[in-house]
């Protein structure tokens, strides 16, 4: 993640380049703001929602120009003339749609040169820019479907579809609420922005820090604390950062080698954090801004995502966690050393930054505020406890706080240009057909069976889902696979959630697990044997999907007696799975008895209503499943006591 005060932390003068970049990334934060609070409309102005998105991307496109090199990984010490041009040029032509965009929507289907010449423009410099941000895997994508639009007549079979006029195509993907300036711009302007600055501040004025302190403070002193430190800092950050790659370099830089200090395996230490800093995609309230675009795409209150998703994001850090615990039991490892531990007394100072984290839940669900808007109480709570009470005997300065404003501006360039990009897929997905042809295709090929499209599509969401950042995975997997899961009787939310789940896991399954990738390499390790720790230590993600698809209880829709039974035994299923992966409960398991914890564990996540009779698979799994733990702590307690009485 990029750095979010870029303007505070500056100690050198900055070049004229620099301060027009600054400039730009704070209009489109303040911009954003000022939407969000309906400035516009209280001071008597009425625009249309895309003029707001198209002066977004008309600040964000220039600002890529400025501060993103041609080569991506290089230094930007100077603008080349050619990226001025380049951020002069899509600077006007987006002024144009934004400025012109009431007279220029009425004439796009007449292929009017005032609707396909900027459209042509914007098209050709948003993909460029979006190589530079995220690199080919995403542009490739885009360039695929953009010459599907044009040549679609010429594909065979089902997926054939309607050839467009090239003329047309830009003006439409430019311009129209389905290309470009469409829902996940929309999202990213209106919501992402609000909660990147929302961390921002939190960072600026010391809660990230407060929060690794109270996490070393709160783990540091158990067995196997450093890896438990990364789960909950990891989780923590990996929601609001909307990469796994991203939270892997933010937060792995100070994990890792704290675990490798604290006795793991360099692999191991690397892929608990690849998986820590996955799971946070996966886990309410942000989902790394993809809970936003879920509630749009199924028009459905946000809160309602957020339970939804609660239930197996929870799950997935239970599975992690446990096998913390129990890896570290079996190896012997001990807690943080003392020496390395925060003292109590000035943590303890910055329990005010809960009060911005309590607002934002009491404004989201008692107030049913827009995220946006609660995002920003948040934000101002942390600005207001700060400058009163500090963290560690140091107040945030003016300075400080004003650079987290441009720096929030920094940081969502990246996220605004994948959403744009994504609008041009949607857009090509609605003009050509593409989406119930591929959605028809993919029900034909499952024939019916609905095991066998689950296990397509989530091969497919893995394939798709390799390289692309979490936005990118999810509104793609959103358009293509989502709907054919749809089709066939999968509750939407199920089906969305099923998609973003596999996309994720693309982030730790080789043989391009990019999130397990980034981890290696901070931690030295073999990256093959980092990503196959990774999806042994990500095993619940792989599977929580497929259950809560037979059953949404484990998504919290039923019946409260039933919701409340499917998480106690999926509970008990995930300790006992987590135990044998492990090798270790009480004691060393033999492959026997590993073998039985699988497989009471299985019974046991099982949800009752998954299939007619499942109920009774629950109770074998639990009844056998806790009958096994006793064995094995009775195992256990014979084994000290011999050892006792031998010493």
């Keep these: 993640m990029a750095d979010p005060n870029p303007v505070g932390s500056a100690t050198a003068a900055r070049p004229t380049w620099g ?41 964000a496109l220039p600002l890529a120009f400025l501060s993103l090199p041609a080569r991506r990984g290089g230094a930007r010490t100077h603008v ?42 914007v098209i050709l410099l948003l993909l460029e820019a979006l190589r530079r941000a995220t690199g080919w895997a995403l542009v490739i994508i885009i360039l695929v479907f953009l010459a599907y639009a044009l040549f679609g007549d010429m594909v065979p079979g089902r997926l054939q579809g309607r050839a467009q006029n090239w003329q047309l195509l830009a003006g439409y993907m430019a311009v129209d609420s389905n290309g470009i300036l469409g829902l996940p711009l929309n999202v990213a302007a209106v919501v992402i922005i609000a909660f990147i600055l929302f961390g921002g501040l939190l960072a600026a004025t010391g809660g990230s820090a407060f929060f690794t302190d109270a996490a070393l403070l709160g ?39 704290m675990i490798k200090r604290n006795g793991y ?39 309602s995502v957020v339970l939804a998703a609660l239930v197996p994001a929870v799950l997935y850090y239970v599975a992690l966690f446990i096998q913390a615990d129990l890896e570290a039991a079996k190896l012997g490892i001990s807690g943080v050393p003392k020496s390395e531990m925060p003292p109590r007394k000035p943590v303890l100072q910055g329990m005010h930054f809960l009060l911005a984290f309590v ?41 400080t706080l004003l650079g987290s404003v441009a720096g929030t501006g920094h940081v969502v360039v990246e996220i605004i240009l994948i959403s744009a990009g994504a609008g041009l897929v ?21 024939g019916g069976n609905m095991i066998l499209l689950l296990a397509l599509s989530a091969l497919v969401c893995i394939v798709l889902g390799m390289g692309l950042p979490t936005l990118g995975v999810y509104v793609l997997l959103a358009a293509l696979v989502a709907p054919a899961l749809i089709e066939v009787g999968i ?55 497929v259950l809560f698809v037979f059953s949404p209880t484990l998504l919290m829709i039923g019946a409260p007696m039933e919701v409340g039974l499917a998480i106690v035994t999926a509970t008990v299923g995930v300790w006992l799975i987590s135990a044998a992966l492990a090798g270790y409960f009480t004691s060393r398991l033999t492959p026997a008895m590993r073998g039985l914890f699988i497989l009471f564990g299985l019974m046991a996540l099982v949800p009752a209503g998954a299939f007619p009779g499942a109920v009774y698979s629950d109770i074998a799994g639990v009844v056998g499943g806790v009958i096994l733990m006793i064995l094995d702590f009775r195992r256990s307690m014979k084994m000290k006591e011999s050892e006792s009485a031998g010493d």
Excluded: C
């Excluded at 002193?221 to 950050?237: D, H, N, P, T, Y």
């Excluded at 800093?277 to 199924?298: D, H, R």
């Design 359 to 399: 607002l934002l839940i009491w404004a989201l669900f008692w107030l049913r505020w827009q995220p946006e808007r609660a995002a920003l109480l948040a934000a101002v709570s942390v600005v207001v406890t700060s400058l009163i009470f500090g963290y560690r005997g140091v107040r945030p300065n003016i300075r």
């Design 80 to 121: 080349p003339w050619y990226d001025l041009l380049a951020a002069a040029i899509s600077f006007a032509a987006l002024a144009w749609i934004t400025f012109r965009y009431p007279q220029i929507v009425n004439v796009i289907f007449m292929r009017a040169p005032a609707a396909w010449i900027p459209g042509v423009v």
């Design 265 to 303: 395996p360099a692999h191991k230490a690397a892929a608990i954090e690849a998986v820590a800093s996955t799971g946070g995609q996966l886990m309410p309230p942000v989902m790394g801004a993809a809970a936003f675009l879920m509630a749009e795409f199924l028009a459905i209150p946000y809160s």
């Design 426 to 446: 949607i857009g090509v997905l609605n003009v050509t057909g593409l989406s119930f042809n591929l959605t028809y295709a993919l029900v034909q090929i499952g």
């Design 491 to 545: 509750e939407p939310i199920a089906a969305h959630l099923y998609v973003l789940y596999f996309g994720m896991m693309s982030m730790i399954t080789p043989p391009i697990a990019m999130a397990a990738f980034a981890a290696a390499s901070i931690a030295r390790a073999p990256a093959m044997a980092t990503g196959f720790a990774a999806m042994r230590f990500g095993w619940s993600a792989y599977v929580i999907p």
């Design 219 to 257: 783990m540091g002193r158990f067995r196997g604390g450093a890896m438990k430190i990364a789960v909950l800092a990891s989780g923590l950050f990996g929601s609001i950062s909307g990469s796994a790659v991203a939270n892997v370099a933010g937060t792995g830089v100070i994990t890792i080698p």
């Design 19 to 59: 301060i027009a970049a600054d400039v730009l990334a704070a209009l489109i934060t303040l911009v954003a703001i000022a939407w969000a609070l309906g400035l516009p409309r209280q001071l008597g102005y009425s625009f249309y929602p895309q003029q707001f998105l198209a002066a977004v991307l008309m600040l």
